[in-house]
C-alpha cells in the first residue's frame, strides 16, 4: 500500500475546488455560436484574433462572448441562440433569420477565435463597438472589455470611453481592418499591450 504524505501542499494533487478551469469549456459553447449574423446579410463583418496569456502565449481553452446592437445601433431583443426543439428537446441552434447580437466562441488550438456579425451601428452618444466577455485559464473573474471597428475617426475620438484614454491604450480597444469586412482584434491579458478592460459596479 503506497502511503501519501498529506502534510505539507508539494505531496497534494489539486482538486477541482483548487484549480480555475477551463471547465466551462465542456458545457458553454455551442454549435454556430460564432455565426451571429443572419444568413447573407449584407452588413455582415467577421472580427478574428487570438487570447494572449501574460507571457504572450496563445490560450488554446480561452471562452470569448460577444454582445452587439444591429446596423442600427439599437439592441436585439430576438430569441434564438440556444433554441430547442419543443418536441424533442434537442438543440436546434439559430434559426438563420433573426439577429440575436450574442455569440460564444471558444479559441481552437492555437488560441483563435472569430465571430460573423452585424456591424454594429452607434448609439448613446458612443462610437459603434461590440461588448466582450473574456473567460480563460488562471482568471477568478470573467473580464469586459469592448472591440471598436475603425472608420469614423472623429466619432471615435469623441466616445465617452475611448476619449478617457492615453493614446496608447486606447489602441487596444480597436480592430485592424484587413479589408473584405474583415477585422483582427486580438486579446492580451497582461503584460506589453494589455487589453483595456472595463470594471462595472
Not at 1 to 14: F, Q
Not at 77 to 90: C, E, I, L, V
Not at 120 to 125: E, K, L, N, V, Y
Amino acid at each position: 500500500m503506497t502511503r501519501i504524505d498529506t502534510s505539507s501542499p508539494e505531496h497534494v494533487l489539486p482538486t477541482p475546488s483548487h484549480t480555475v478551469g477551463p471547465f466551462y469549456g465542456y458545457a458553454l459553447p455551442f454549435r454556430g455560436g460564432e455565426d451571429i449574423a443572419p444568413t447573407g446579410h449584407p452588413d455582415t463583418v467577421t472580427v478574428h484574433g487570438y487570447v494572449y496569456d501574460g507571457g504572450g502565449d496563445p490560450l488554446p481553452d480561452a471562452l470569448v462572448e460577444v454582445w452587439g446592437p444591429g446596423a442600427d445601433g439599437t439592441l436585439p431583443t430576438a430569441d434564438g441562440s440556444m433554441r430547442r426543439d419543443p418536441a424533442s428537446g434537442g438543440f436546434l441552434g439559430r434559426n438563420g433569420v433573426e439577429f440575436t447580437g450574442f455569440g460564444r466562441i471558444q479559441t481552437d488550438a492555437n488560441g483563435h477565435w472569430y465571430v460573423r456579425t452585424l456591424r454594429p451601428g452607434a448609439r448613446g452618444g458612443h462610437a459603434p463597438y461590440v461588448s466582450v466577455c473574456v473567460f480563460a485559464r488562471g482568471l477568478l473573474v470573467h473580464l469586459f472589455t469592448r472591440i471598436y471597428l475603425p472608420g469614423d475617426a472623429a466619432r471615435l475620438a469623441a466616445d465617452p470611453l475611448l476619449s478617457r484614454l492615453d493614446p496608447h491604450r486606447r489602441d487596444t480597444l480597436i480592430a485592424s481592418e484587413e479589408g473584405g469586412g474583415t477585422y483582427r482584434f486580438d486579446i492580451r491579458l497582461q503584460g506589453e499591450g494589455e487589453t483595456v478592460f472595463l470594471e462595472f459596479q
